[in-house]
């Protein structure tokens, strides 16, 4: 419950922040930087359960999420109950930066032939509201995939499935 206030105090920080534009909004991220209309292609010859365009949501929306957890830490630097409550998030967010970093590059390079080669797990945690739907990934080789859950369970951010490959169904 803790959490939820602090998320609806960022929400609420972040968008009393925010300058207004006249411009028509054409809001993009600086994460928001692969096209993913050839996921779009992709799902016309097949379908992975649309696990692509799934993780590239969840690792891009986790990274504004991380923006504004850090903004929110260091406008309120001095306010140390705040600080203390957020150090989870901020340990969070550690962990989803290095997992975008090992991913981004991952789906500039997937394709419908070479889907099946990636990797991704599934995860459940205190904010989940149903069971194993949230996904992390997607992963180059199992090895990989393996190491960022290990740490996912080492750090207590949750429950996970095992790593699993990427299967493409055919039309």
Same mark, same amino acid.
């Given at each position: ?14 968008s009393?922040?925010?300058? *207004? ?6 809001? !993009? ?44 830490? !260091? ?25 975008? !970093? ?7 390079s997937?394709n ?30 199992i ?5 960022? !859950?290990? *740490? ?20």
């Open positions: 419950m803790r959490k939820i206030l602090i998320i609806f105090f960022l929400f609420l920080l972040s009393c922040n925010e300058r *207004e534009s006249n411009e028509a909004s054409s809001y !993009k991220s600086k994460y928001d930087i692969v096209d993913t209309s050839k996921f779009e292609n992709q799902k016309s010859k097949t379908d992975p359960y649309g696990i692509l365009d799934t993780t590239y949501v969840a690792i891009w929306s986790k990274q504004e999420y991380c923006d504004g957890v850090d903004g929110v830490v !260091k406008e309120n630097e001095d306010n140390k109950e705040l600080i203390s409550i957020m150090f989870s998030m901020k340990n969070e967010c550690k962990f989803y930066r290095e997992v975008y !970093k090992k991913v981004i590059p991952n789906f500039e997937v419908l032939d070479n889907a099946n080669k990636y990797y991704y797990f599934n995860y459940s945690d205190e904010n989940s509201e149903t069971s194993f739907l949230d996904v992390v990934g997607i992963f180059l080789d090895n990989n995939c393996n190491k960022f !859950k290990e *740490e996912f369970l080492d750090k207590e951010m949750g429950l996970t499935s095992k790593c699993k490959n990427i299967k493409l169904m055919k039309n």
